[in-house]
């Protein structure tokens, strides 16, 4: 298949707790609210500046989240609720009114970088649904001539159905039609990817088979070699396999790239494990 003209960037998704990082300038968190003892949203992002953290991904709508950070200077990227996407693919008033609820009343306070059609919703039963969400969800942006946010959605590392070696990677049947739709659509558009990729999951499942060093960075040998290439460790393995799925289905090649490098990040020394993925935002 040929690859789709415009470029698909792939914006890589992490989980880390707000605590444990001492200054994270160019990084971004996941914010979730299914927890115990959570802070306050402005205190969430009264301690986010304070790190120089500035950008964060919500989840899903929340009104006391959004109030906190305006005029922050946080860069947003919001989802909705998976249960949402059904009605976003069949009702474009529907798409209209959740942006009148979500975006507008918001959009000269807060910078959205992107809206995310649910999170890691494409291995459900509504995978089908995805595309025609996300069509109906930047309709609804052009009508209120918000034509700066991007439109995704959130796919999971578990989409793929083989990853390793990398080169081999390639998506489950099961969402490869929905994938190739979506690529294509992002493509168009010059929208991003947004994948979550969680090497230490893949430890938990098989810590007899998977060195420790491999997930955590701090591997200094080759763990993994695939034709020319070496891993030293396993978070470029899942990026280069996507890389392999998304060239499968008309997307790769020079046309995926990942962010940029940022310099001068530091980090508590409990936390230096984490500091070579951080680098990589």
């Known amino acids: 298949m040929d690859s789709f003209l415009p470029s698909i960037s792939v914006l890589w998704v992490f989980i880390i707790h707000l605590s444990s990082l001492a200054d994270g300038g160019g990084i ?45 200077g946080i860069q947003v990227i919001i989802g909705t609720f998976n249960q949402e996407v059904g009605t976003l693919a069949g009702d474009i ?68 159905a083989s990853s390793s070696p990398p080169s081999t990677g390639d998506f489950s049947s099961d969402v490869k039609l929905a994938i190739e739709q979506i690529a294509c659509f992002l493509a168009n558009n010059g929208f991003p990817l947004l994948i979550t990729a969680y090497p230490y999951f893949s430890y938990i499942h098989e ?44 997307a790769g090649g020079d046309f995926v790239r990942v962010g940029g490098r940022h310099k001068g990040m530091v980090i508590s020394r409990r936390m230096n494990w984490l500091e070579p993925i951080i680098r990589i935002f």
């Open 207 to 250: 810590p007899s088979s998977i060195q420790l060093s491999f997930v955590l960075f701090t591997s200094r040998d080759v763990v993994v070699i695939d034709g020319s290439l070496e891993y030293k460790n396993m978070f470029d393995a899942m990026v280069d396999a996507v890389y392999s799925a998304l060239e499968k289905v008309g």
């Open 93 to 160: 008033n529907f798409a209209k009114a959740w942006v009148q609820t979500n975006i507008i009343p918001y959009v000269q306070t807060i910078k959205f970088r992107c809206i995310s059609i649910g999170n890691e919703v494409i291995l459900g039963d509504m995978n089908s649904l995805v595309f025609l969400a996300m069509q109906n969800m930047n309709s609804a942006l052009q009508f209120f001539s918000l034509f700066q946010i991007p439109v995704s959605t959130t796919v999971g590392i578990n989409a793929l």
């Open 28 to 72: 971004g968190i996941n914010y979730g609210l299914l927890g115990d003892n959570l802070p306050p949203p402005d205190q969430v992002a009264t301690l986010l500046k304070s790190r120089n953290i500035s950008r964060i991904r919500i989840f899903s709508p929340d009104l006391n989240v959004l109030n906190a950070l305006q005029n922050s």
